[in-house]
């Protein structure tokens, strides 16, 4: 069954004042492994059942991705989109019962059914496809063959900052940064059948969307001078026992 697969990360002496800087850096650590700009931003006060008080959305696919944002800014340029101008824009308003939550983006291998059309990411006007391209490691190849049945798919990945006062103090379970990886079907795929064992291919695909989630984290620890950090998803199950167990299927 999908779950979904969060990050939290803890800061040592962590004041509001610091929370651009930690955002900052979390985001330049996902450039190194996804997309180089943000796709949206939002500001949420008290909690999350509040309407935001602030949006603005960079990127509008257009493509029947699942991801699409009709509603992004026709202005947006490449340079607004650039990080350190998305973060100080969003968190020019810093409040200790608010969250600032920033859209990213990053290809992951995934299955697609075998008449399913794949149509390639077509940017809105005034932002560039630098940060969008594919990883290098993709076979390109693969987003055009038509009997290709694992293709490099858009996926979001929300990273938030919270306010000490957001939530009741949510932070002191969440992290004072959080990340969001959405349903962790990238690295634990479902199966029709639970019993159908995962192919080379499979687990080719299975292990690079792996690597690039940990390599993420490590860049994380290494350079966000954080205190600590949690992978966890929401039903509580390790995700390494799931990987486990599906990946135990192939013998």
């Not at 009709?70 to 340079?79: E, L």
């Not at 004072?176 to 064992?197: K, R, Y």
């Amino acid at each position: 069954m999908a779950d979904r697969l969060y990050l939290s990360l803890w800061y040592p002496n962590f004041r509001l004042e610091n929370l651009p800087a930690a955002l900052t850096g979390v985001l330049r650590q996902f450039t190194l492994v996804g997309g180089k700009r943000v796709a949206a931003a939002t500001v949420y006060p008290i909690n999350f059942t509040q309407p935001p008080v602030y949006q603005r959305i960079y990127v509008d696919t257009g493509q029947g991705t699942g991801i699409d944002r009709p509603d992004a800014d026709p202005t947006a340029s490449a340079t607004d989109a650039a990080i350190e101008a998305a973060v100080a824009e969003a968190t020019e308003q810093l409040h200790d019962d608010m969250a600032y939550e920033f859209e990213m983006r990053w290809h992951l291998w995934a299955p697609e059914e075998p008449d399913a059309t794949f149509d390639r990411l077509n940017l809105a006007p005034g932002i560039d496809d630098e940060a969008h391209e594919p990883d290098p490691e993709f076979d390109e190849s693969a987003l055009h063959d038509p009997n290709a049945l694992w293709k490099p798919r858009l996926h979001t990945v929300r990273i938030l900052g919270f306010g000490p006062a957001f939530d009741v103090a949510g932070y002191e379970q969440n992290g004072h940064l959080l990340v969001d990886f959405g349903l962790d079907t990238p690295w634990v795929p479902e199966a029709d059948d639970e019993e159908e064992p995962l192919d080379a291919e499979a687990q080719l695909h299975i292990q690079h969307n792996i690597e690039k989630l940990l390599a993420f984290t490590l860049l994380i620890e290494k350079n966000c001078g954080i205190s600590s950090r949690l992978l966890w998803t929401e039903s509580g199950e390790p995700l390494a026992e799931k990987l486990i167990a599906r990946l135990q299927r192939v013998h």
